[in-house]
């Protein structure tokens, strides 16, 4: 059986990225991270659109010259069409384009939000892969979703946010409490340190499998506010409670509809994905939710959960299996539903 090259490039946000498969199996997976974003405390689109540009040739260069192919054996570009920044879509889109058209391969125009997905089917040592259906939950800065997911292209969005992601409510807060951009890793590491019980945020109310998470960075922006009102060096002598019982209350927001996920459609493989996924919060709830409720929980190797394009070659493998190619005037969407 002939083997089948797939060169993928990301470009939704902020991270300019560049993957070569040899079938399932990841050659190279390049990723330029785009620094510029940090002192204004969140991404800049005119800005993560610029730096594409610087970033693309390069990384695409290096993906392939660490996959040791030439672009002349590849089979097929695939690329993310949306959802994301526009400006930054364009990018990956027009390189895209650009490339197969040279090459005279076929292009694979792919959603960012089911390659989070099945990122999961990318072949891996000790990896296991969920097998359908299973419920997916991406948690990152951009995305907060749960899917049913019947087959490799046969999704259904059972809830989502209806304002901030979850990565933003860790973000937001930690921009409260004066800590860096991006604030998740280090309010996860902190938390591990506090007590989750020493402060009281209240959860959302939101139906079903719907997710808010606008209130609760309010709530904590006003919480901190009084309380350093009332002492001055209230973060610096409570941060890491403070980080612990934010950690707790969002935790318990995801662990909670994904409780009424399992019990809605009676399917207990749990998949997550996005950054929010590296938390050690939720790796440990969805532990302790094997032992006690008998779930399955699949979490992909990081590199591969944060935006990459390991995870949009893996589809285009697989839509190329299926010989789903895209019309040379597919555009960018930015925003591209699942
Ligand atoms: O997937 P990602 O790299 O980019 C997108 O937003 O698409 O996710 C980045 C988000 C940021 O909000 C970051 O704070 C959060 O993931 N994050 C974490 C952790 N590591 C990254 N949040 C909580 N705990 C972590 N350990
Ligand atoms: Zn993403």
């Excluded at 991404?43 to 390069?58: D, F, G, K, T």
């Excluded at 909670?256 to 207990?268: E, R």
């Excluded at 590199?303 to 893996?314: L, P, R, V």
Aim: with cysteine; net charge neutral; hydrophobic share 40%.
């Amino acid at each position: 059986k002939e083997n089948i090259y797939i060169l993928g490039i990301e470009s939704s946000c902020d991270d300019t990225s560049a993957a070569v498969l040899c079938n399932a199996q990841i050659l190279s997976n390049v990723v330029a991270n785009q620094e510029i974003h940090t002192e204004y405390g969140g991404v800049v689109p005119e800005l993560a659109s610029r730096a594409h540009q610087q970033n693309i040739v390069p990384v695409v260069h290096q993906a392939l010259e660490k996959a040791g192919i030439k672009k002349e054996q590849l089979h097929a570009i695939a690329f993310t069409r949306g959802p994301g920044l526009m400006g930054s879509l364009l990018v990956g889109t027009s390189f895209a384009k650009s490339l197969a058209y040279g090459l005279d391969i076929p292009l694979i125009d792919i959603n960012h939000m089911q390659a989070h997905i099945l990122a999961h089917f990318i072949d891996e040592e000790h990896q296991q892969k969920p097998s359908f259906p299973f419920l997916a939950m991406t948690i990152s800065g951009g995305h907060t979703q749960i899917v049913k997911v019947n087959s490799y292209f046969d999704m259904e969005v059972l809830g989502e946010t209806i304002d901030d992601a979850v990565g933003e409510a860790y973000d937001k807060s930690g921009k409260v409490l004066g800590l860096g951009y991006p604030a998740g890793p280090e309010i996860d590491r902190r938390a591990q340190l506090g007590n989750p019980k020493a402060f009281k945020f209240t959860k959302p109310k939101v139906d079903g499998l719907k997710f808010s998470f606008s209130g609760l960075k309010t709530a904590i922006l006003y919480f901190v506010q009084r309380e350093v009102k009332a002492n001055p060096n209230f973060i610096e002598e409570n941060l890491n409670d403070i980080c612990a019982s934010i950690q707790y209350t969002i935790i318990g927001i995801l662990m909670d509809k994904l409780k009424v996920a399992v019990k809605q459609t009676g399917i207990k493989q749990i998949a997550i994905g996005g950054g929010v996924s590296a938390n050690s919060g939720i790796r440990k709830a969805l532990k302790d939710a094997e032992q006690k409720f008998g779930w399955t929980s699949y979490i992909p190797k990081f590199e591969y959960t944060t935006d990459n394009a390991a995870m949009i070659g893996i589809v285009g493998y697989l839509k190329y299996l299926e010989k789903d190619f895209s019309d040379f005037d597919v555009m960018a969407t930015a925003r591209l539903k699942l």
